[in-house]
């Protein structure tokens, strides 16, 4: 059975640094395409990046140069470190399992950043 | 950036009635498109990818179709369960955006 269980959210202040994992089961990260989705408090739904098998990555415009996507094989875990934090980025971060040509098929639970002073 | 819009934005429909939601592309994004049920306090649940392909497990009374720059989700009988809001998405072009919204209650 898929699973994707993230951690790490919390209260963090502006310019602060978060790091969030996403613990797989039932399947490689390494072998899927792996992306992060926000959303903020009310509001609907923002891609934020992607990393792909082969090792490919991709950012959202508003997340670029501050964000990096990465993924650790051996504890078959994706992580999403977040630096240079904003209040805008306060949101519900969900991770994603997808493949070539289903990219968005699995969803974890989500976890919570809330940037606030 | 590729704008997705959707409409309506919310309906109220009854329990067997026919549904139908319009997603539209601002450019071609070819058959790139997935459908998404979130309902609330839930993550969102994927129906539909490449615009007409049903996700494994999900009922038969959802399809999707479209190319292009229009596309459609169809929920042929609404059921109770069916309550919820649907979000399109383009996987086209980065950034991959997502189209507004559309809320479904009920009547």
């Known amino acids: 059975e898929v699973q994707l269980v993230e951690s790490g959210g919390g209260l963090i202040q502006p310019g602060g640094s978060l790091r969030l994992s996403c613990a797989a089961s039932g399947f490689s990260v390494s072998s899927n395409y792996m992306s992060w989705v926000r959303q903020a408090p009310g509001r609907g739904l923002e891609w934020v990046s992607i990393?792909?098998?082969?090792?490919?990555?991709y950012y959202a415009d508003s997340v670029k140069g501050r964000f990096t996507i990465s993924r650790d094989n051996s504890k078959n875990t994706l992580y999403f470190q977040m630096n240079s934090l904003r209040a805008e980025d306060t949101a519900l971060y969900y991770c994603?399992?997808?493949?070539?040509?289903?990219?968005?098929?699995?969803w974890g639970q989500g976890t919570l950043v809330t940037v606030s002073s | 950036d590729i704008q997705m819009t959707q409409s309506p934005s919310s309906l109220s429909a009854s329990v067997g009635d026919r549904v139908t939601i319009t997603c539209r592309a601002s450019q071609g994004i070819s058959n790139y498109l997935a459908w998404f049920q979130q309902k609330p306090g839930k993550a969102p649940k994927s129906l539909i990818y490449a615009a007409s392909s049903l996700q494994s497990g999900v009922p038969s009374r959802f399809s999707g179709s479209g190319s292009g720059t229009d596309f459609t989700l169809t929920i042929s009988s609404l059921q109770p369960e069916d309550f919820a809001t649907y979000y399109c998405?383009?996987?086209?072009?980065?950034?991959?955006?997502f189209g507004p919204g559309t809320k479904v209650d009920i009547k």
């Open positions: 998405q383009q996987y086209n072009n980065y950034p991959f955006t």
């Open positions: 990393l792909y098998s082969g090792g490919g990555t």
């Open positions: 994603v399992r997808g493949n070539w040509n289903n990219y968005f098929q699995y």
